[in-house]
């Protein structure tokens, strides 16, 4: 093994490194010009660990970012739900374009610290940053295991420069609020969706995939069989969300008004679009959600707040928190209370009066 300085005709001069692979082929590589001795003492090092690895490529055969996050995605194509998978896809296309044309192995922390920087600086929110970088980070698993790089930079950035992020403040809808809400809510059929959603803690999905056999109307009931996400419907996700959730007899009375105006569809849907069909969440949120939220002078919030407005009156009531769980179709009570702890501030402080009064009969 051995670093060369080669002298061109032009007068100008290149180190070339010189050494074997891990097969036992001979390999030469001339580095680009302005490269120093030092430099190159450095990248023979690097290709020495490399063949030492059994890792070593030749350039000539390295594969660019954009081949190997194309067989990465179709590798996990049958292995994640569709939903799941069109957002890994769409990571790949919306986010890390900038990759494509890159070798994978030139890809390194360097240039992966600078494209976090361009993103924040482009007004990236810093929740689907982080999302991005772990589908990155999985792209590079999937490089090593199959011996396309040496190292995987993003060990490096996640121990250093990962960003950070605190969670997001909960936003829960007082009752005032929500009266506001559904009073500016002029479709009847939206009307009983924003009802359902606050009353029932059920998930977007969850709701827009519901149908009318889900309607249990003598237990006073509807029962989660399904979800409805990127135009198909899924079984649930786990046991815990396939669950029957309780509903008072004035919102039960609100969905039979609704069941005799609702129109006819084949899939028996409680929520159809025009044409029969399940209600795009993308359509519902911005041509309903969030007008009837400017109507009733409200802020914008995302959909999912009024599940956690249910969570919230729930504590409120003091309902168990095993019934709050099974009820939101979580898998485990922790989850629960991971979720909305805080929540019980309040409502301890309440208990605790509760129990002198009856102790000393106030």
Excluded at 233 to 240: E, I, L, N, S, V
Excluded at 242 to 268: F, H, S, Y
Excluded at 288 to 310: C, D, M, N, S, W
Excluded at 341 to 352: I, K, M, P, Q, R
Aim: glycine content about 6%; some cysteine.
């Amino acid at each position: 093994m051995a670093i060369r300085k080669r002298t061109y005709k032009d007068g100008s001069t290149r180190y070339m490194v010189d050494f074997y692979d891990q097969k036992g082929v001979r390999q030469r590589e001339t580095l680009p010009g302005g490269t120093t001795y030092k430099d190159a003492k450095e990248k023979l090092r690097g290709y020495e660990i490399a063949a030492d690895k059994g890792v070593y490529v030749p350039d000539a055969e390295r594969l660019f970012f954009g081949m190997v996050a194309a067989d990465w995605v179709l590798y996990k194509k049958d292995k994640v739900r569709f939903s799941t998978w069109s957002v890994l896809d769409g990571h790949i296309r919306n986010h890390l374009q900038d990759f494509e044309g890159i070798k994978i192995d030139k890809v390194s922390v360097a240039r992966i610290e600078k494209w976090i920087s361009a993103k924040r600086e482009d007004g990236m929110n810093v929740v689907t940053l982080r999302k991005v970088l772990v589908t990155l980070g999985q792209i590079f698993k999937y490089a090593f295991r199959h011996k396309y790089v040496a190292v995987n930079p993003m060990l490096a950035l996640e121990a250093v420069t990962a960003p950070s992020t605190t969670k997001p403040e909960m936003v829960v809808l007082k009752p005032e609020q929500i009266r506001s809400l559904l009073d500016a809510t002029t479709s009847q059929k939206y009307k009983m969706l924003f009802r359902l959603a606050v009353f029932s803690g059920c998930r977007q999905g969850e709701l827009l995939g519901l149908k009318w056999p889900d309607v249990l109307w003598e237990s006073n009931q509807i029962a989660v069989n399904r979800t409805f996400n990127n135009g198909r419907f899924y079984d649930p996700k786990t046991a815990g969300s396939r669950r029957r959730v309780d509903l008072g007899p004035d919102t039960m009375l609100e969905l039979k008004r609704w069941q005799i105006a609702c129109p006819p569809n084949e899939m028996e849907l409680v929520f159809p679009n025009d044409a029969g069909n399940p209600i795009n969440h993308n359509n519902m949120v911005n041509r309903a959600f969030i007008p009837a939220l400017k109507a009733a002078g409200l802020p914008v919030i995302r959909f999912h707040a009024l599940r956690h407005t249910y969570a919230s009156l729930k504590i409120r009531q003091g309902a168990n928190i095993k019934y709050i769980q099974e009820q939101m179709g979580h898998s485990k009570p922790t989850i629960t209370l991971n979720v909305y702890a805080h929540l019980f501030d309040a409502s301890n402080a309440e208990s605790a009066q509760g129990l002198e009064k009856i102790i000393f009969e106030k």
